[in-house]
């Protein structure tokens, strides 16, 4: 949705936003399945038609799943919070104890070799395997470095694996990939719910206590996501986060530079892939919910109620030390007030936790325009 629409369902929103997320957990590129194929014996059309059919079905239904595993795998080395790299994938590979470790019992072996090489198999683009009718530019997921993963090319990876590691007992490769995913996947990889924060996040408790802090929080949020110093415009990037992290004195031994970019990969999440060619950013909405998970690390007291740990956390952390710098912060003009006011909604509409936020943004974005 644009800025100056009004959202008029939240919770069609929030379902749109998770369709969009987990849609991109299901992508398969034909060209990219040739060489498989190849391997296969596969070379009637309808044949491979049929097997890309199954494979996206899989996908389809196990997508939630693996967009879980992918979050929770892609945040582990601290750097780009979006993609996967070579090193993460192994992790997760580690975790499922796929490498096949007695090389007598099974016909077809599964080596640390092979799974570097299926890594850069599947790190290509569709392009270079003569796939430029596959649509790569429409279902491709932006912000796409080398040497990374999205989440198609994982998927990918995940593909190729299964062909290999579960051959002998399954004849397609959709069985083979289901195989995978409700076996080792589902009992041994790590996966990551955002679900149950968010939950926590859009108590009426948790908002109140954001409510009582919005007026501050905005300006801090405006002086360092200013653009043209107009409040409530800008979007805050990750390293406009990490200058707010470090005034803020967040950073110590249990909060480091991974737990930043998890909390900031997490965050997005309800976007899916991103959009365009740039680095993705927060809104004030989502801000706030930066805001609170920072607590889950600093302030991990399981026997306080959370309310109670985001008000002190705020109180004594965030607002004593953050540069809100209000003389440098100009309001916007009146003629501003609604399309600042659309833009609040649209970034609580995006945080998928449900109608309390979206109330709360609107009111503190009123504080600063009365």
């Known amino acids: ?17 998770n369709a969009k997320s987990a849609s991109v957990y299901t992508v398969v590129y034909p060209s990219k399945m040739r060489d498989v194929f190849a391997k296969e014996g596969i070379k009637d059309e309808q044949a491979q038609a049929d097997e890309l059919a199954g494979l996206k079905s899989t996908l389809e239904t196990h997508q939630l799943l693996l967009k879980q595993t992918f979050r929770y795998y892609s945040c582990i080395s601290g750097k780009n919070a979006m993609t996967m790299t070579g090193p993460e994938f192994n992790k997760l590979v580690k975790d499922c104890n796929l490498i096949d470790q007695d090389m007598s019992k099974a016909k077809v072996k599964l080596t640390a070799a092979a799974v570097d090489i ?5 790190n290509k683009d569709p392009e270079e ?34 062909a290999v590691k579960f051959k002998d007992s399954h004849k397609t490769l959709a069985g083979r990939l289901e195989a995978l995913i409700l076996g ?71 909060f480091n530079d991974t737990a930043m970019n998890v909390i900031f990969g997490n965050v997005l999440d309800a976007r899916g892939g991103g959009g365009g060619d ?48 209000k003389a440098q912060i100009k309001k916007a003009p009146s003629k501003k007030g609604n399309q600042v006011k659309d833009a ?9 936790i449900g109608g309390h936020l979206l109330t709360f943004c609107c009111q503190s974005v009123g504080f600063l325009h009365k």
């Open 184 to 254: 080792p996947m589902s009992s041994e990889a790590g996966r990551c719910d955002t679900s149950i924060f968010r939950a926590m996040v859009g108590l009426p408790e948790t908002q109140a206590v954001l409510q009582k802090h919005g007026g501050h929080l905005e300006l801090i949020f405006a002086h360092y996501a200013a653009e043209e110093g107009i409040v409530g415009m800008g979007t805050m990037s990750i390293s406009e986060y990490k200058a707010f992290l470090k005034d803020c004195k967040i950073f110590n031994d249990t």
């Open 1 to 17: 949705k644009k800025a100056t629409e009004q959202p008029s369902d939240v919770k069609q929103l929030r379902e749109a936003s």
């Open 344 to 352: 609040a909604k649209k970034a609580a509409a995006a945080l998928n």
């Open 129 to 162: 395997t003569g796939g430029e009718d596959d649509g790569a530019d429409d279902a491709g997921t932006a912000n796409n470095p080398d040497r990374e993963f999205v989440p198609e090319e994982f998927t990918e990876a995940l593909i190729r694996i299964a």
């Open 118 to 122: 299926i890594f850069q198999q599947a």
């Open 278 to 325: 740039d680095e993705p950013e927060l809104g004030f909405g989502e801000f706030l919910e930066a805001v609170a998970a920072i607590v889950q690390y600093r302030m991990c007291n399981p026997y306080q109620p959370f309310p109670q740990r985001l008000d002190n956390f705020i109180t004594r952390n965030i607002i004593p030390h953050a540069k809100a710098a």
